[in-house]
């Protein structure tokens, strides 16, 4: 049986526990969601002119960046559509961090051909990472494809469609040291319209040697703090009860409001997006285990409404291999670092992404990875293999010499601890009695709501005869779990709302 990278692992020798293990995934990187396309609903289907088609890959920035690009394309008449063979224009949102994420994209490229044969005056653009990393090169290799945009380059996307739409192939992929796209709104694409993601700032400066990003995405720059909390202010308004404040590396953001002359740090922007309303969740992806501080830390436990949850990628337990990550931090920072977020919050869930086979990996560092993910007694992880990227500084400087064979082997290894950690976590839970925003109905069940806990644990319960809506909080008990899911049981009603609002319609 043939394994595949990462946590897909799961699809194929258990689709059900990897039908879990989603449930149990946050929205950060949704395996569910690559690939997707997604449009907004619109009342009048003729208000637009011509018709778009937007497929993302890989990571929560850039599904958020198809919606500032949705937005771009809205003012220049396109309006969405799920269909791409209705489409005067499909976009690719590419992802380059692991091969495998650019091979998934070439295929669809294939795919995409008979559609193009058919309809030549058809535009077929490349968005993201993947246009950022080959430029020019994409265009001679793929020759269906008429636009290449990396991801600061959005803003001159009406420009570049106008001269492919003249049968000149177009490209803009300068990366810029300021582009936040501040200003834009962008048009939720894919919504629940209870949670929606919050772009806090772009790029990256960490230079980690086996990472991508820092080459696709360019210099970190944070946006306008301002224009963060009346984003905040807007989703909440119309009915938003969560938002994710999103960057490569969160705990870096450092704004300076001039009008005040002062600077704004991480852990001050998220308490003014908890000071939103304190019935409006927030969250946060991704922190670096160096930079975040003392000072986030009491900023969430101070506020309810921060969910106390924390994704912290740890990417190896072994020193030696951090340093040659070029991570910073050494396994016992690392691990002092976890206890100082159960010191402070000693109810707060913690996630990592973790890498097996990374150059020169032993058995005694791998061994040293799995005794990191006991010590922080994950909630969850995404896990990988290690894929060498091209222009990375792991890719010049060392070999990629561990062999496939082992790289999987170790990340077989590493998925089964998580598998019994995950479960023990879940276990521990039972009996308590959780605060849920409910997102929605169950997909297996109608008759179930959907709901999140602070943790960011899934909980499935029975809505019985109680008359909550999504978008409102219930207090519920769990009762039994999967290795990826809570189950419960309601216990009193809405906390938000009085009890004699609340209809029991017993008849
Ligand atoms: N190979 C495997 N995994 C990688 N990641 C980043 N680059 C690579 C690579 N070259 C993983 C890291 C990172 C997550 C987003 O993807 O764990 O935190
Ligand atoms: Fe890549 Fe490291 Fe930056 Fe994350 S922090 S995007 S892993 S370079």
Known sequence: MAYTEGFMYFRFPNFIKYMEILELQHTIHDETKQGEAFAPFTADPNQYKKR????????????SDSEIVASILN?????????????????????????????????RLTEFRKTKQKKPGMLIGILGCMAERLKNKLLEEEKLVDIVVGPDAYRSLPALIEEAEGGQKSVNVLL?????????????????????????MRGCNNMCSFC????????????DAYSIIAEANDLFSRGFREVTLLGQNVDSYHWIDETKNETVTFAMLLEKVALVSPHLRVRFSTSHPKDITDEVLYTMAKHENICKYIHLPVQSGSSRILQLMNRTYSREWYLAKVDRIKEIMPDCSISADII???????EDDHQETISVMEYSKYDYSYMFFYSERPGTLAEKRYDDDIPEETKRRRLAEIIEVQNRLSKESNLKDI????KVLIEGE????????KGRTSQNKVLIFPKENYAFKAGEYAMVKVNECTQGTLLGKIVTPNPLKGIADILISKK
């Not at 778009?52 to 599904?63: L, Q, R, T």
């Not at 936040?180 to 929606?196: E, F, Q, W």
């Not at 991508?212 to 946006?223: A, D, K, N, Q, Y």
């Not at 169950?442 to 709501?449: G, I, Y």
């Open 52 to 63: 778009f088609y937007i497929e993302s890959y890989g990571c929560a920035m850039n599904f």
């Open 75 to 107: 003012t220049e008449g396109f309006g969405a559509t799920k269909n791409f063979e209705e489409a005067d224009l499909v976009l690719l949102n590419t992802c380059s961090i692991r091969e495998k994420a650019e091979q998934t994209v070439r295929k």
């Open 176 to 200: 810029s040291r300021d582009e936040t796209y501040a200003d834009i709104s962008p048009v939720r694409l894919d919504s629940n319209g209870i949670c929606a993601f919050i772009s806090i």
């Open 212 to 223: 991508v990003v820092p080459f696709t995405r360019g210099r970190e720059r944070s946006r």
């Open 356 to 362: 097996t086979g990374f150059c020169t990996e032993t």
């Open 431 to 434: 009996g308590k009695v959780y």
């Open 442 to 449: 169950s997909k297996k069940n109608s008759a179930d709501w």
